[in-house]
């Protein structure tokens, strides 16, 4: 407005829609493009169908977990213990399916079909502790999950002495690590499939309604009646279901049980969730987004990597990027705030 | 389809339906609630009949938030029982109260601003077909219960970009969304214009005729004459007693309210108008929520401003304060121009301002009585010296101050969370004192106190005044403006409608300029 004078017309209607898109679609579309036109120019090996397939199979993990994350996030928590889901997933997976490919060797999926319902549900049982807590022992998800994330790391490692459990059978590792179909590895596919499940609960059940209801208000959910203290529960429950699939998707790809795989997964999760849009406040946030804010941090790390940027400089580069997003979607925010008034 | 003794033969083949008429929608007897040091309500007996408005009148604390609270299910009676169409009622929570066709409209919104507006008045009842949400029914009967209700709203927005009025009538349509046979609104005309009163006038009387008992708290007299039949009067968590609606005028229901006559609750001050303090020349805010606005206060009166909620009285002193963008316009205080100052400056200057919400915006609820009054004034010379706090000056400052106040408990160390309402105010009121301040600006001095506390107040105002300083006083309880101001600004949608002078200052003349004029 300010700038009327200075500005020829035609330059001007071109930011006018800049500012029109920004305002639509938000920053992450804009950086996501912006990154992959960057490193198309940087590298010549980076828009390759074989790359681009590599980034979305490193980045399916992280997909899997974040949609997780997202839907404690909308409930106004958030998950610090993923991490440890995916140890403790990993490590009973392994243990149950060594321990029964070593008893009955040529029934390898026998062994799958014992270890991986363990894993499962060890993963699950984390979920469920930091649910009973939060919703009804009412503790701060911070306290509750940083503590799970401690109990479940010490149970992983106590579990292993530390070290990888081997012994898993090859079928496991062919079928679910390198696997797939279309040139996509499986763990793309279980990505994609459960990022259309948790798109379907959110927009079209009641559960996933009540999530953005008790994440906006707990107080306006309660009063209509809806079930805040089960929604609660359900929501950290979901969350370590979904990340438990992932780390049965991990342990195929090392094709061994490993306790520290997901230490850093708590922070980048949340941070995928936050690049989306996902409001640390609760009830907003949306599905396509999350899965784009996970591939980003993918496309970053694999560009960076084929364009030779230096891995200490990598870490500086995607903290500025996650405070840069945040700030430009609270400008966003503002700038919409303004309009409707 | 709400007659209760057909709904229950209808419903219940073998249960014996009570006669006819007499039948109480609602009874409670012996009902109480106690919190740790409060009696929030003791030993109410309450009944509603069908096809009734029955109204609750009371001060801020009464009880009729407790009371509105328990019938609604969102709150559990200590004693006591409730009965409902006769038979002994005891609510899980507002689920259950809902599926008797028990509903509340409160007056904090239960609304998740994330959500649309048809998402909203589906929550916790959402169509669904084969285990999914139907969105498009859900959109269809929004659509059709907000045409049914008059209500001029699309259904697909979202609740965050409604104005506060418009959020109302989604409350009210939610209330109105299953089978109704009692509902429960408190103060629901605080932000609707006069058509949107209008239009909710006419659903209650629509409601009273299919045989809807309805519950109705409202602080402004006008309404009790003209929609309600019943009146109960509460204080201090007692029923005080049960009067015909067009029977009970303005001074016994004060005197009612507040225990004591009208006389005595209001002190009389010696106003004497001199220099003019604060003059606000066509103030309007960046936010566009003050529009135009031009006031002066004089030292030695009390100016009230009233309005309804969101009408810009508060939002006016706040851009004064520093507290939001100045657009347009200048504010000249004590003679200087000071438009767009910050806070700080402000306070230095003699300006002090009581904010409204003491929990938000006025104390530090963890700490000491001692150190959120010397707040303010902690960078002071009296209460800090070059590197070390002076702690004996600001406790024998505060010590005195509160003694004034009457503070109880008279612990200073105690921390400020622990008071009651009424004390937490005094603290409140404590801060303001710590400096030399010319102008007191008071929003909302009496929300949620007891009646002595608020005697007290009112009496601190007229002191205040008397000695010289300027008050301004801004004020959603109309006795107080009634009954305090010398001069008094009526505020509508962000622009003054007009100024009343001394005798002028009536309920009637005030009340007709709260709403749009009639188109």
Not at chain 2, 366 to 387: V, Y
Request: contains cysteine.
């Amino acid at each position: 407005m300010t700038m009327q004078h200075a500005m020829p017309s035609e330059q001007q209607a071109k930011t006018q829609i800049l500012v029109r898109l920004f305002l639509s679609i938000g920053v992450l579309p804009i950086l996501l493009v912006v990154a992959l036109i960057l490193f198309s120019v940087l590298s010549d090996n980076f828009f390759t169908f074989g790359n681009i397939a590599n980034v979305l199979r490193q980045t399916s993990y992280l997909t899997i977990v974040a949609l997780g994350q997202m839907i404690v996030m909308l409930t106004a928590g958030f998950d610090l213990s993923v991490g440890s889901t995916l140890a403790v997933t990993s490590v009973t997976s392994a243990l149950g399916m060594a321990g029964m490919a070593a008893a009955y060797p040529d029934q390898p999926w026998l062994a799958i079909a014992v270890g991986v319902p363990i894993g499962f549900l060890c993963g699950l049982a984390l979920g469920v502790v930091n649910g009973l807590g939060v919703a009804l022992l009412g503790v701060s998800p911070f306290i509750v999950t940083l503590g799970m994330a401690s109990v479940g790391f010490c149970a992983a490692l106590y579990l292993t002495s530390g070290t990888p459990v081997r012994g898993i059978p090859y079928e496991f590792a062919d079928t679910f690590g390198s696997g797939g179909f279309w040139g996509l590895k499986a763990p793309v596919w279980v990505a994609l499939i459960l990022a259309i499940a948790v798109y379907v609960l959110l927009n079209w059940t009641r559960l996933g309604r009540h999530f953005y209801a008790v994440g906006g208000n707990l107080k306006a959910a309660a009063l209509s009646g809806v079930h805040t203290r089960l929604t609660l529960f359900l929501a950290y429950a979901v969350c370590a279901g979904l990340t438990s699939i992932a780390g049965l998707l991990l342990t195929a790809r090392m094709e061994t049980g490993e306790a520290n795989i997901g230490t850093s997964m708590p922070l980048q999760s949340i941070a995928a969730c936050v690049i989306a849009g996902v409001s640390l406040r609760g009830g907003t946030g949306n599905v396509p987004y999350v899965v784009l804010g996970a591939v980003f941090f993918g496309v970053i790390e694999n560009g960076m990597n084929v364009s030779g940027v230096s891995s200490y400089l990598q870490i500086g580069v995607t903290g500025a990027i996650l405070v840069f997003a945040a700030v430009a979607d609270e400008f966003r925010r503002r700038l919409i705030g303004r309009k409707t008034l | 389809m709400i007659a209760p003794s057909s709904d229950a033969i209808a419903q219940q083949p073998g249960a014996v339906p009570t006669s006819g008429a007499g039948t109480l929608l609602i009874e409670t007897k012996g009902l109480s609630k106690h919190y740790p040091g409060v009696d929030a309500l003791v030993d109410v007996d309450f009944d509603l009949r069908p096809g009734e408005v029955h109204a609750l009148f009371g001060e801020n604390g009464a009880g009729k938030s407790t009371l509105i609270s328990i019938l609604a299910g969102a709150n559990t009676p200590t004693r006591g029982e409730i009965r409902f169409r006769g038979e002994p009622l005891t609510l899980a929570d507002v689920g259950a109260a809902r599926a008797r066709g028990i509903s509340a409209v409160f007056q904090e919104f239960s609304l998740v601003p994330q959500l649309t507006v048809a998402e909203n008045l589906f929550l916790g009842d959402e169509p669904v077909r084969r285990g999914f949400l139907d969105r498009r029914n859900e959109l269809q009967r929004a659509r059709a219960l907000l045409e049914r209700l008059g209500f001029p709203l699309e259904a697909d927005r979202r609740v965050q970009t409604l104005s506060r009025a418009e959020q109302q009538m989604v409350e009210i349509a939610k209330a109105f969304r299953g089978d109704l046979s009692v509902l429960i609104l408190d103060e629901p005309t605080a932000s609707l214009t006069e058509r949107e009163t209008e239009s909710l006038f006419a659903l209650i009387r629509q409601a009273k005729a299919r045989g809807v008992g309805i519950i109705y708290i409202t602080h402004r007299m006008v309404e009790l004459r003209r929609i309600a039949d019943r009146v109960t009067v509460l204080r201090d968590g007692r029923k005080v007693g049960l009067v015909d609606a067009q029977a009970a005028d303005e001074a016994t229901l004060i005197q009612m309210m507040s225990g004591r006559p009208i006389s005595q609750v209001f002190p009389k001050v010696n106003y004497a108008p001199a220099r003019t303090l604060l003059s606000i020349e066509r103030l309007t805010t960046a936010d566009n929520n003050v529009r135009d606005v031009s006031l002066e206060v004089r030292a030695g009166e009390i100016v009230g401003i009233a309005g309804l909620v969101g009408c810009g009285k508060s939002e006016t002193a706040r851009a004064c304060y520093g507290l939001a963008r100045v657009a347009k316009g200048r504010v000249m205080f004590d003679g200087r121009d000071v438009t767009g100052w910050k806070t700080r400056r402000m306070l230095d200057a003699g300006f002090s301002y009581l904010p409204p919400d003491r929990h938000k915006e006025g104390l530090v609820l963890a700490r000491s009585a001692i150190e959120n009054t010397s707040l303010p004034a902690l960078h002071l010379p009296q209460f800090s010296g070059n590197i070390f706090l002076k702690r004996r000056q600001e406790k024998d400052t505060v010590s005195r101050l509160a003694t004034q106040l009457k503070l109880h408990p008279l612990d200073l160390q105690r921390e400020m969370g622990a008071f009651s309402g009424g004390n937490q105010q005094k603290v409140l009121i404590a801060k303001m004192l710590t400096r030399d301040v010319k102008l007191f600006v008071f929003d909302e001095p009496t929300v949620g106190v007891d009646v002595s506390t608020r005697v007290a107040i009112y009496r601190l105002i007229a002191d205040l005044c008397e000695a010289g300083a300027g008050v301004l006083l801004i004020s959603s309880d109309l006795p107080e403006v009634l009954h305090l101001c010398n001069r008094a600004y009526v505020m509508f949608r962000g622009a003054v409608q007009v100024e009343l002078q001394g005798s002028q200052i009536t309920e009637d003349r005030v009340l007709s300029h709260f709403f749009e004029r009639a188109a």
